[in-house]
């Protein structure tokens, strides 16, 4: 994140002798990005956490994606995948490229295991639920539109609260992701333009730093497969940090809409950027107010992107046969806009109840075989009148 933030005890100065009431010294652990050279975060902890004392099955992740199909429009249904186990082993990939992997996850049990990604920051939707984001940085709870942005490398799991259902929109990048930079003034700080500031930002709210012995262990995500490693000790037994990287949430209500007489483009509505793709909210708001406005958008070719655009809530003022968690793909190379009607009817109307995410890749996207099950065929012809 763009500011410093601290939680629990961290000395005066760094790498200088911190010593536990028992004489002996924390270990610290520096977290950064880019080598040495991005954010970082520094962390103490009560053992060192580098104590593996046992590596254990690798699992290969390999996502099966449809051989090869005609370009076209297409409409995944998710509303109603199965909901199961826990927020890593009920994600279903949907779409990927090399940049990012789109799933869904209806998780309903705890992880019993802390999960890391080694190749770039997660965000996490959350489309339905409650429950608590917890990692070696302290504990998030989380809440319906929520985007929890989760940096490479952070130790993490979510502990869902198990009496209300569960949906999320996951987003795995290959690489960082961050508020994007015409929204920072110089110093980093948001512009009085952007669209959310700091104080929308929420971080870790409370640092529980574990001092238990047992069996502990934390899986890996990393070069297509996923390795267990088993500790004694607790690994999050940090009792303070301090720093600019860690995990925070953002909640999608927080996010203000930037309004204009005529059609305002998806760029106003650009939440993250990351290599490869942004990330945009399409939130409740007022219509364009020019007396001749027409608010919903034009048809549009995206030459050189593939437009996701996933739906949260609200009536999507452009489509028609869209449900709550449906996905649409609408990639480079054809054109779309409106369905038939959808502009002659927007006119006049004040405001849109809309609530959407959308994904913008600059590479194409493939789709994985379960994807393809939950196709609604009959999508790519839907413009016909
Ligand atoms: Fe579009």
Known sequence: MTYYYKLGNIPHKRHT???????????????GMRGFSGIQ????????????????????????????????????????????????QARIPLLTNADVCISVARPTESMSYWYRFAHGDEVIFIH??????????????????DYLVIPTGVLWRIIPDTNIEQRMLVIEANGHVEPPTRYLNRYGQFLEHA???ERDIRPPEELVSHDEAGEFEVRVKA????TSYLYHYHPLDVVGWDGHLYPFALNIEDFEPITGRIHQPPPVHQTFEAPGFVLCSFVPRFFDYHPQAIP?????????????IYYVAGNFMSRKGIEQASITIHPGGIPHGPHPGMYE???GKERTEELAVMIDTFHPLQLTKHAIELEDKDYAYSWIA
């Open 17 to 31: 002798q911190f010593r536990q009431p028992n004489g002996s010294l924390y270990h610290e652990e520096l977290m």
């Open 41 to 88: 975060s520094l962390l103490y902890h009560l053992r060192p956490p580098t104590q593996i004392y046992k590596i254990l099955e690798q699992t290969t992740v390999d996502i099966l994606c449809e051989e090869s199909s005609p370009l076209r429009h297409r409409h995944l249904r998710t509303g109603t995948v199965e909901a199961g186990k826990d927020a890593i």
């Open 128 to 145: 339905n639920g409650t429950g608590v984001l917890e990692s070696q940085y302290g504990i998030i709870r989380y809440r319906a539109g």
């Open 195 to 197: 669209p959310y500031n």
């Open 223 to 226: 070069r297509d497969r996923i």
């Open 296 to 308: 919903a958008p034009y048809n549009h070719s995206n030459v050189d992107s593939d437009e996701v």
């Open 345 to 347: 009817g927007s006119i």
